[in-house]
């Protein structure tokens, strides 16, 4: 199995920072793909930043120059360091890996639990 374990959310005032990270374990051969999806209530859930192995980082335009994302390859772990936090970035982080268990299966997506986001003064 794969876990993907997810801290570092909470409240925040406007114009706060905030860092998430998310550690994955398990059974693992090989990731692809590490990243941030959000979902505020009553939206749908959004990518907001990833970062694939060998390639430069993409970020939603919302979060472009605010956020930015990394990635320590040994530990398996990403981190989305969030800044000029406003009202808007509330919302659940969903931590996300595309990733092979194996060398002989497919990768696919796996998902951590969520971690709450409230930029609120």
């Known amino acids: 199995q794969v876990q993907l374990v997810e801290s570092g959310g909470g409240l925040v005032q406007p114009g706060g920072s905030l860092r998430l990270s998310c550690a994955a374990s398990g059974s693992i051969f090989r990731i692809n793909t590490m990243g941030w999806h959000r979902q505020a209530p009553g939206k749908q859930r959004e990518l907001v930043a990833r970062i694939t192995t060998g390639s430069s980082p993409d970020y939603a335009d919302s979060v472009k120059g605010r956020f930015t994302i990394s990635r320590d390859y040994a530990k398996n772990t990403v981190y989305l360091r969030m800044n000029s936090l406003t009202p808007e970035d509330t919302a659940v982080y969903y931590c996300?890996?595309?990733?092979?268990?194996?060398?002989?299966?497919?990768?696919?997506?796996?998902w951590g639990q969520g971690t709450q986001v409230t930029v609120s003064s």
């Open positions: 996300n890996a595309n990733l092979q268990t194996t060398r002989y299966l497919p990768s696919r997506d796996y």
